[in-house]
């Protein structure tokens, strides 16, 4: 297989390279790991810079018609007992011309728009289901299943992220942080009229609540150092007790 560029990688960042190469008359392969969709909310809340550039790809009213339009972030700052100390707001509005507002989206279905955009030009093609193994002379090589075979090109591009095969072939080390917190990221149904986000702080802890189309709500918590072991311990509690009911 022969292309002017080879893309390891189809996630947000690289699907819009993908598309924007392609619309530019670019021969382009893309190369996904994934065979089905990827549990992960990151990357769903889309700020003005994004809208814009989804604009120039022509993909700018699919992206609004399948997400939530968010004008006002909120955010309170609480006190050790729960009050309110502070309250101050992000508005999108006073942003001047057509990028105003963030959107919620889901990250698999930005990921779908993208990609259906792509598939519109002959000169893109998606090897689903496909890795990237590493590279040889001026050829990714690549693994379908038990299959390999490699694809020549002339530029490599590689968006797989933390573990990145291409920054490991160009010999680029990474210092990785490692943090003492973690996440629990949570999604519920949401009120008709909770259609913008709310922050919730304390000197400690965080809640982040960002409202979803289709009636959701994504919350994502910040859990303080040494409360996660806790935290799993009493969630075993609560499934137990609730089985029992």
């Given at each position: 297989?022969?292309?002017?560029?080879?893309?390891?990688?189809?996630?947000?960042?690289?699907?819009?390279?993908?598309?924007?190469?392609?619309?530019?008359?670019?021969?382009?392969i893309?190369?996904?790991?994934?065979?089905?969709?990827?549990p992960?909310?990151?990357?769903?809340?889309?700020?003005?810079?994004?809208?814009?550039?989804?604009?120039?790809l022509?993909?700018?009213?699919?992206?609004?018609?399948?997400?939530?339009?968010?004008?006002?972030?909120?955010?309170?700052?609480?006190?050790?007992?729960?009050?309110?100390?502070?309250?101050?707001?992000?508005?999108?509005?006073?942003?001047?011309?057509?990028?105003?507002?963030?959107?919620?989206?889901?990250?698999?279905e930005?990921?779908?728009?993208i990609?259906?955009?792509?598939?519109?030009?002959?000169?893109?093609?998606?090897?689903?289901?496909?890795?990237?193994?590493?590279?040889?002379?001026?050829?990714?090589?690549?693994?379908?299943?038990?299959?390999?075979?490699?694809?020549?090109?002339?530029?490599?591009?590689?968006?797989?992220?933390?573990?990145?095969?291409?920054?490991?072939?160009?010999?680029?080390?990474?210092?990785?942080?490692?943090?003492?917190?973690?996440?629990?990221?949570?999604?519920?149904?949401?009120?008709n009229?909770?259609?913008?986000?709310?922050?919730?702080?304390?000197?400690?802890?965080?809640?982040?609540?960002?409202?979803?189309?289709?009636?959701?709500v994504?919350?994502?918590?910040?859990i303080?150092?040494?409360?996660?072991?806790?935290?799993?311990?009493?969630?075993?509690?609560?499934?137990?007790?609730?089985?029992?009911?």
């Amino acid at each position: 297989m022969k292309t002017d560029v080879f893309i390891g990688g189809g996630g947000i960042g690289g699907l819009t390279l993908a598309l924007k190469l392609a619309q530019r008359g670019i021969q382009v392969i893309l190369a996904e790991r994934m065979a089905v969709k990827a549990p992960t909310y990151k990357g769903e809340l889309l700020q003005p810079k994004s809208m814009q550039i989804f604009d120039e790809l022509g993909i700018y009213e699919q992206v609004c018609n399948r997400s939530n339009e968010i004008k006002v972030l909120d955010m309170l700052e609480l006190s050790s007992s729960l009050q309110v100390k502070d309250q101050s707001f992000m508005d999108y509005n006073v942003l001047p011309g057509k990028y105003n507002a963030a959107y919620m989206m889901h990250h698999e279905e930005l990921k779908s728009v993208i990609l259906k955009a792509a598939c519109e030009y002959d000169n893109f093609q998606y090897l689903k289901g496909t890795a990237c193994k590493g590279y040889g002379d001026k050829t990714a090589v690549l693994q379908k299943g038990t299959e390999k075979f490699e694809v020549e090109a002339q530029f490599f591009f590689g968006a797989e992220g933390r573990s990145s095969v291409t920054r490991k072939a160009m010999e680029i080390e990474v210092k990785q942080t490692t943090y003492n917190h973690h996440f629990l990221t949570v999604t519920f149904p949401r009120a008709n009229d909770f259609t913008d986000g709310k922050i919730i702080s304390t000197y400690n802890r965080f809640l982040g609540l960002f409202p979803l189309p289709d009636d959701q709500v994504r919350s994502v918590y910040l859990i303080p150092p040494g409360d996660y072991k806790q935290l799993k311990e009493n969630q075993s509690v609560i499934f137990i007790n609730s089985t029992q009911i």
